[in-house]
């Protein structure tokens, strides 16, 4: 269905000599089969969280939250919670 995301992903972009597509190769590529494109390498981190987060601004309705501006948003500060009072007896209750 369309709510599944595809995206076409060249890794080991560190090994540079050992390239066997071309971008433009893998552009074309992911072009021809209507996904996405990226290239990344997980040795050093390049391009990884930029993969994720190409698939998480194509996910349904992702278009409606990148729209909505900060004034809709709260924030919440998570505090760790304070410990039960005990009464004569020893139980919370």
Not at 5 to 28: P, S
Not at 71 to 87: A, R, S, V
Request: proline share 3%.
């Amino acid at each position: 269905g369309s709510d599944v995301i595809i995206m076409l992903v060249g890794n080991k972009t560190d090994l540079a000599d050992k390239r066997q597509i071309t971008i433009e190769e893998g552009e074309q590529r992911a072009k021809e089969l209507n996904v996405m494109f990226i290239e990344t390498s997980a040795k050093t981190g390049y391009n990884v969280k930029q993969l994720f987060r190409r698939v998480a601004a194509a996910l349904p309705g992702m278009e409606r939250m990148q729209e909505t501006s900060k004034e809709g948003m709260i924030d919440i500060k998570l505090d760790k919670p304070q410990e039960p009072q005990t009464t004569e007896g020893g139980c919370s209750c």
